[in-house]
């Protein structure tokens, strides 16, 4: 048994279409219609612009900035190493290591 759709096939009178059919065929539905599309297209092209920048700004951020922070990482553990290795031989630290350790 196939479902009817409501309204479907009826006119409202004198042989014109029904009003979902006016509704949908209607300036104003057209407008809306045109509008969506333009705003489909606009964010498209905002998301895609987005996800470009993102793609720059990590790849800048891994080639830049991880390096520098793991070479200050590795300068500060050869400071504590310095300082370490001055306190087990007993001499007092100089003033240039007790800043670097600070």
């Known amino acids: 048994m196939a479902a ?3 309204g479907a096939g009826k006119s409202s009178g004198g042989g014109e279409p029904n009003i979902l059919a006016k509704i949908s065929n209607s300036e104003i539905v ?4 045109r509008t969506v599309g333009d705003a ?3 964010s498209k092209k905002l998301l895609w612009s987005t996800g ?4 720059i700004a990590g790849t800048t951020f891994l080639i830049l ?4 922070i793991i070479e200050m990482d590795r300068e500060a553990q050869l400071n504590e190493l310095e300082l370490q290795q001055a306190s087990l031989l007993g001499a007092p630290p100089s003033p240039v290591q007790m800043q670097r350790g600070l």
Not at 52 to 55: D, E, F, H, L, V
Not at 65 to 68: C, D, F, I, T, Y
């Open 4 to 6: 009817k759709r409501i």
């Open 30 to 33: 057209s407008q809306g219609r």
């Open 40 to 42: 489909v297209g606009v």
């Open 52 to 55: 470009k920048a993102a793609w």
């Open 65 to 68: 900035a991880v390096p520098l």
